[in-house]
Nanobody
Framework: QVQLVESGGGTVQSGGSLRLSCTAS???????IAWIRQAPGKKREGISC??????YYADSVKGRFTASRDNAQNVVYLQMNNLKVDDTADYYC????????????????WGQGTQVTVAP
């Protein structure tokens, strides 16, 4: 059974850091893995995708967020630094078990999400 589980969310003050984890089960996490967030009342936003050939970041997080992977542990991370109030959202990891990132962030498998709250 394919499953993704996010963890590491929480509440942090503006300027702080968090590291999210996306752990896979049922398959090896060697495929492209995307991070998507959704803030209350806002559209879903694709913020990062890590594949074997490239890592993509949305302008809203570029220079502050870093995606990485540990294939041995079957985990993908999203290091989030210099967090802002606007980063408050539910964060999801997703994949379609392909090696390329989807430009539209349409993926077949999603985790349940982890909540990030950034206080002023």
């Amino acid at each position: 059974q394919v499953q993704l589980v996010e963890s590491g969310g929480g509440t942090v003050q503006s300027g702080g850091s968090l590291r999210l984890s996306c752990t896979a089960s049922g398959f090896m996490l060697t495929y492209a893995i995307a991070w998507i967030r959704q803030a209350p009342g806002k559209k879903r936003e694709g913020i990062s995708c890590i594949s074997s050939s490239k890592t993509y970041y949305a302008d809203s997080v570029k220079g502050r967020f870093t995606a990485s992977r540990d294939n041995a542990q079957n985990v993908v991370y999203l290091q989030m630094n210099n967090l802002k109030v606007d980063d408050t959202a539910d964060y999801y990891c997703a994949t379609s078990r392909t090696f390329n990132c989807d430009d539209d962030f349409n993926y077949d498998y999603w985790g349940q999400g982890t909540q990030v709250t950034v206080a002023p």
